[in-house]
Nanobody, 125 residues
Framework: QVQVVESGGGLVQAGGSLRLSCAAS????????MVWFRQAPGKEREFVGG???????DYANSVKGRFTISRDNAKNTIDLQMDSLKPEDTAVYFC???????????????????WGKGTLVTVST
């Protein structure tokens, strides 16, 4: 049974940092995309950043230069380091896995196969 579990959310002041982690289990994910999405209240789920199995990463313009993704294929884990956080980064952050064999990062939620339940990040002013 495949499981995707996020951790590391919480409350942080604007300008601060937070690190999210995601662990996938149940099979080998070494050839899958691992991607972070987020959903703010009243808004649609949106792409944050992701990384392919080959190590190619991609980020939304809104977080580029502030967020960094790292991946450990041996452990089926992905981390999201979030720096210079802004109140508009407040959302539930979801980790998703899918797109086996894809050479580019998937930005569309419907193309991902497995999802975690999400972790809340709140950035205060």
């Amino acid at each position: 049974q495949v499981q995707v579990v996020e951790s590391g959310g919480g409350l942080v002041q604007a300008g601060g940092s937070l690190r999210l982690s995601c662990a996938a289990s149940g099979r080998t994910f070494s050839r899958d995309n691992m991607v972070w999405f987020r959903q703010a209240p009243g808004k649609e789920r949106e792409f944050v950043g992701g990384i392919t199995w080959g190590g190619i990463d991609d980020y939304a313009n809104s977080v580029k230069g502030r967020f960094t993704i790292s991946r450990d294929n041996a452990k089926n884990t992905i981390d999201l380091q979030m720096d210079s956080l802004k109140p508009e980064d407040t959302a539930v952050y979801f980790c998703a896995v899918g797109g086996q064999g894809r050479w580019t990062v998937i930005r569309t939620p419907s193309q991902m196969d497995y999802w975690g339940k999400g972790t809340l990040v709140t950035v205060s002013t």
